[in-house]
């Protein structure tokens, strides 16, 4: 039934497979076939050493058998049953992801199929529940790539499909040191400084805008692709404070930092603060199936006990994908991965310093757990991207592919490159990745201006 020839898969991929964020006629896709632990190999039997968990979402590490398995199960129980209905798995997974969210203080669960619908339906229950409209995020943010999520995404994603998106989103920014709009010419400002300042400018956003008018703020809890801005100290607890002073939901977009990418279960959890609804998917299932879920606290979903709530899906808690998340919770506490990616962390931030301390063309370097980033630039003096702000450059061009060609799969963004491996890598796992990155740079030293 599913027969073909290797030297087959990319020609009829090509033929009738519509590529997402791709330019059709340039796509050249990597055709896997099969992996383990933090490898992947391709069809020609090259390994590759997977330092982007896919597409972040590989927490586990690829082919878990007891992940597998718990799938399998589910299929000779019961493979799908109605929204309106419920089964053991579906009880059983809403109390499991409700018991690692902060504090356990999220206790009612949503579950849909992804991050995006996930922010979507956390926007709707926000407005819902306040009787407010508008939404505030983040210029650095990505959110999703339905019409909702792509409103509430900062990023220039959103720009391409303006201004047919959801209305009453407004966009501030994000306490980004490196590149601070407000502190260019005082960059060794003090961390309390700096991070009042940036809680003092979405302050005067809200006033301006209204605070009766703002449902609520959703914020990524470190920001993903677009950078892994860790937010300073007392800046969540800022947040979480303003949206509390003016009657603002607290919408904490977990979706990629969630599930031990940060050495803790969710990113928030560092800096002790409760949101009012979370929203996850990537790591929920580590991508072994399709899901992603909104937990909220139980006076937002008290607002529905009388009243319903028009929204829904049709695989909405799909037991299979509640089968993988049981059993991918379960593997992340037997194997304490949540501790491997503290643990890990450390290593990756020296190995980070280190590398930064050896190439000219690295401007700067961040991380918390296993979530890291290379800024790459021309001058480190003036700190001009070594590619524009949308756009690519030949010496990031040619630094992925020598990573490629040297069996490292990772991510590059403009002028970055992520660092985000599966949470079970080791340290010399980490170090092989890192020899590869290194030979890597020579190119773009080469290229500074």
Not at 252 to 264: H, Y
Request: aromatic content about 8%; some cysteine.
């Amino acid at each position: 039934m599913f027969d073909l020839p290797d030297d087959q898969i990319v020609p009829l991929s090509k033929e009738h497979v519509f590529w997402t964020w791709s330019a059709q006629a340039r796509v050249n896709p990597i055709a896997v076939s099969h992996a383990k632990g933090v490898y992947f190999w391709d069809t020609a039997g090259k390994r590759y050493l997977d330092f982007n968990s896919m597409t972040m979402c590989v927490n586990i590490g690829h082919g878990d058998q007891r992940v597998i398995d718990a799938m399998k199960s589910q299929l000779d129980q019961i493979p799908y049953a109605a929204p309106g209905m419920t089964t053991k798995i579906r009880a059983i997974a809403s109390k499991a992801v409700a018991d690692v969210t902060p504090g356990g203080r999220l206790s009612k669960v949503l579950f849909t199929l992804g991050g995006a619908d996930a922010n979507e339906n956390a926007i709707k229950l926000a407005r819902a529940h306040t009787g407010r409209h508008k939404i505030l995020t983040r210029y650095r943010s990505y959110h999703g790539a339905t019409a909702g999520a792509m409103a509430a995404t900062g990023d220039p994603r959103r720009v391409s499909w303006e201004p047919n998106l959801m209305p009453g989103v407004v966009h501030f920014l994000d306490p980004y040191r490196y590149r601070s709009t407000f502190h260019r010419s005082n960059p060794n400002i003090s961390e309390a400084d700096f991070c009042q300042d940036y809680l003092n400018h979405l302050e005067e956003i809200m006033l301006y805008e209204g605070p009766e008018s703002i449902a609520a703020v959703l914020m990524e809890s470190v920001t993903g692709t677009n950078g892994i801005i860790i937010p300073p100290a007392g800046y969540m607890q800022g947040v979480r404070a303003l949206c509390d002073k003016y009657g603002i939901l607290m919408i904490a977009d977990e979706v990629m930092a969630g599930f031990g990418r940060t050495g803790k279960w969710f990113a928030i959890d560092h800096w002790n603060v409760v949101p009012d609804l979370m929203t996850m998917a990537k790591g929920l299932t580590s991508a072994y199936a399709p899901l992603g879920a909104v937990a909220m606290k139980p006076e937002i979903a008290a607002s529905f006990d009388e009243h319903v709530f028009e929204s829904g899906l049709t695989y909405t808690s799909h037991p299979i994908s509640l089968a993988a998340a049981v059993a991918n919770i379960g593997v992340m506490k037997q194997d304490h991965m949540v501790e491997n990616a503290a643990a890990m962390g450390a290593v990756l931030h020296q190995l980070l310093t280190d590398l930064g301390e050896s190439h000219p063309s690295v401007g700067d370097v961040r991380s918390i757990g296993l979530f890291g980033i290379i800024e790459v630039v021309k001058n480190r003096a003036t700190r001009e991207p070594m590619a524009p702000w949308n756009g690519n450059s030949p010496a990031m061009v040619a630094l992925r592919k020598a990573c490629l060609d040297s069996g490292l799969f990772l991510y590059t963004h403009w002028h970055t490159i992520l660092i985000i491996p599966p949470l079970i890598v080791n340290e010399q796992q980490l170090r092989e990745g890192f020899a590869a990155i290194d030979q890597a740079l020579a190119i773009t030293d080469k290229a500074m201006g």
